[in-house]
């Protein structure tokens, strides 16, 4: 049960301090030049881990296992990383960014899974995306 829980828990808990963090960084600071930080500590914290985890063998070997999705995800967490500090900056509140984000992510991945993997679309579903687009409404008010 717990490699059920930790998982999940590690992201909620990374994600609130991501917010916390995406939201206290200076307003004149570019949040480019921000992120050259971030992934320089990103990499080394990586690579400590590689190593501090037991994994075996050689991270250059491991390089050789790549294809298209790491680099392709590199390029779209700087997308990321770059319109939630911009969302910040414009104004957008730390209770309702995420919500907002969140909810139309939930709509967007409906139909990745529907289209890229198969995945049902239930009632279920469908009526939880329109509770949480209600939600929308309500939280933005």
């Known amino acids: 049960m717990i490699s059920y829980i930790w998982p999940i828990a590690l992201v909620v808990l990374s994600n609130v301090i ?9 307003q004149e600071m570019s949040p480019l030049a921000s992120l050259t930080i971030t992934y320089l500590i990103g990499a080394v914290v990586s690579a400590i881990l590689y190593f501090a985890t037991g ?7 491991e390089y050789g296992k790549l294809n298209w999705a790491p680099v392709v995800l590199g390029i779209v967490i700087v997308g990321l990383e770059v319109g939630m500090t911009c969302a910040y900056k414009a104004g957008w509140q730390v209770s309702t960014l995420f919500i907002a984000q969140s909810a139309f992510l939930a709509v967007a991945l409906l139909f990745v899974g529907y289209f890229m993997y198969h995945e049902p ?8 995306v329109v509770i949480c687009l209600i939600g929308l409404v309500f939280i933005n008010r």
């Open 121 to 128: 679309v239930t009632w279920n579903k469908l009526i939880g």
């Open 18 to 26: 991501y917010q916390i963090c995406a939201k206290s960084i200076p």
């Open 55 to 61: 994994s075996a063998g050689n991270l250059f070997k």
